[in-house]
């Protein structure tokens, strides 16, 4: 599953577009289908309440003919004229007098037969074989005479019918006629009654409003009763009994039909109601085939106009990807062809909107381009100057050591020591290509200055420092003690008539290096030092303040590096930095740090 969704993810949209309309239509057509098949069953199902209704009327109006005949046989059984032409024929010696009663019987026989119309013809033979009929005059073989009086012979008085008939009359009741006499029968045997049923006028008569070209089947489960010429064949009989639903559709030689069936608790028959499903189901059939060519259809229609907007949508996007392409080479001398290429400029959808940004874009990449390169020719001339103001750092220096000599030659050593000294803090400041130097260099810088701030402050400047030795190489930003000697200075120091004792402490701890410039000035508020860390106070030195200080430290070592100041009124400030301890050959921890 999860590889057949990587395939669709990376698929162009173009082919997903159409995938997911023919996805789409695919769900649709099985919705139709099932909802057809839906249909179809309720509809079958309609067609087999129907049919049964019908079915279930015809067997009950047909079973109810064949319960009369089966009446009329023991009538004519029981009829006491005809028994007593019976009991005289068994025992009548003449021939003359039997002729007589065989007469008689057939009259009797007719006056029965004559008025039943569904009664081809009424057949009595007795216990020496003669024949006796009524109706047509059609006989019967022998071999079926003495399948008949076994049968009767078999049920013992009962009627029974019997199904293999000829073509005029298919169903024969057959009845075995005994003596009757005072009202009960006896034992004695008189005869076999037997009547052959026109059972197609019972079932016409019956199905008077049968579906068109629909046709009754009757089978006693071994052979069709009715009709005489069937059209279904014994194995296509057999297969459609043993289904178990009671409709359903058979194939048949003749075709396809649907069929009801009903089985009758009287005779044990099973009738079976056939109706063509080709011709009844002809309609739906035409507009189920309609429906499927109208779907194809649509999905035509739709996978064209899919594929139209899917081109619409990613022929743009591709023209833009070119256009990214060459862009992305380096070919910036065609930016401007490219922004005014092929760029759909009235449409109002996403697909514009992206062209229109990627020309705007391209323009602003071309401002970028002439802005950065007219940024060139200024820094490149900034460097020129940069390199003719080089003159003025070296003829400063060169007057001050003109200076200083001239100090040394008439004894001014006080001089001296002060032009040196800012000599060297001028060297040291002016010169940003190193941003890294020792503990040891930047306390140079703080010596230097302090030089210089003694011969203006003599005796009341009173500066310290206790630095651990093993701490000398430690490496730091340039200019970090610096700002903060000369902080103190400036609110310690000058503030007060006074000595100010300021003092520099470094140690080494746990790998970190801890360094402190403590003053024991007149101190600040909490409301005053808070404006001084976050710099809303600016320093009076070179610029550089405290909330500058702290950042730098910040940015250099990170979380591993700190600046905490503290301070109440009378009791001096406290600065207090504490950096990870790198070493002058340290590079590696040297370039983790700077990054």
Partial sequence: MRKIKNAFTSLPIHHKTILLIGFLMLISFTFYVSVLGYVFKIYDRQIYEKSSQVLNMSSVGIENQLREIANLSFKVMSDEALQQYLLQLDKAESGY??????????????????????????????????????????GISESMQTELIALGQQYSGSNAWYTSGDQ????????????FTGG?????????????????RIVQDQMQHPAEDSQLLITDGREVIYPTQSSVTDSELESELKRTQP?????????????????????????????????????????????????????????????????????????????MRNIEKGDLDKLEEAALGNVPVSSQNEV?????????????????????????????????????????????YNTLESINWLAKVQKQRQISEMVEALGFLLRSSVNMSEKWITLERELDIVRSYVTIQRTRFEERLDFDMDIAPEVGSARLPKLTLQPLVENAIHYALEPSIHP????????????????????????????????LQEGRIQTRGQGIGLSNIQERIRLTFGEEGSMVMSSNPGAGTVVSIRIPWIREDDDDVQSDARR
């Avoid at 009663?101 to 007795?126: H, P």
């Avoid at 005029?168 to 003596?179: E, H």
Wanted: charge should be positive; charged fraction near 25%; include cysteine.
């Fill in 97 to 138: 007098e039997k002729n007589g009663l065989l007469k008689k019987i057939t009259n009797r026989l007719v006056a029965y037969a004559g008025s039943e119309k569904y009664i081809y013809s009424m057949i009595f033979i007795d216990n020496d074989h003669n024949v006796m009929a009524a109706g047509n005059r059609e």
């Fill in 168 to 179: 005029q009359a298919r169903l024969i009741s057959v009845r075995q006629v005994k003596s």
């Fill in 184 to 200: 009960a029968f006896t034992l004695e045997k008189l005869g076999t009654l037997i009547i052959r049923v026109r059972l197609d």
């Fill in 247 to 323: 409709y359903g559709i058979a194939m048949f030689e003749q075709g396809r039909n649907f069929v009801a069936r009903a089985h009758s608790s009287y005779t044990n028959w099973v009738y079976l109601y056939m109706t063509p499903f080709d011709q009844m189901f002809k309609q739906i059939q035409f507009v189920k085939q309609l429906v499927t060519v109208i779907f194809f259809m649509i999905l035509l229609v739709a996978l064209v106009f899919g594929a139209k907007l899917s081109r619409s949508i990613t022929q743009p996007i591709a023209q833009l990807i070119k256009k």
């Fill in 352 to 396: 514009g909107l992206l062209h229109r940004t990627f020309k705007m874009m391209l323009q602003r990449i071309r401002e970028l381009i002439d802005e950065n390169y007219a940024k060139q020719l200024v820094i490149r001339e900034t460097e020129l100057k940069a390199l003719q103001a080089q003159i003025n750092p070296h003829f400063l």
């Fill in 500 to 531: 100010c004792k300021i003092r520099i402490r470094a140690r080494a701890e746990d790998y970190k290096i801890i360094i402190e410039v403590e003053d024991d000035g007149p101190g600040m508020t909490p409301e005053f030092l808070e404006q």
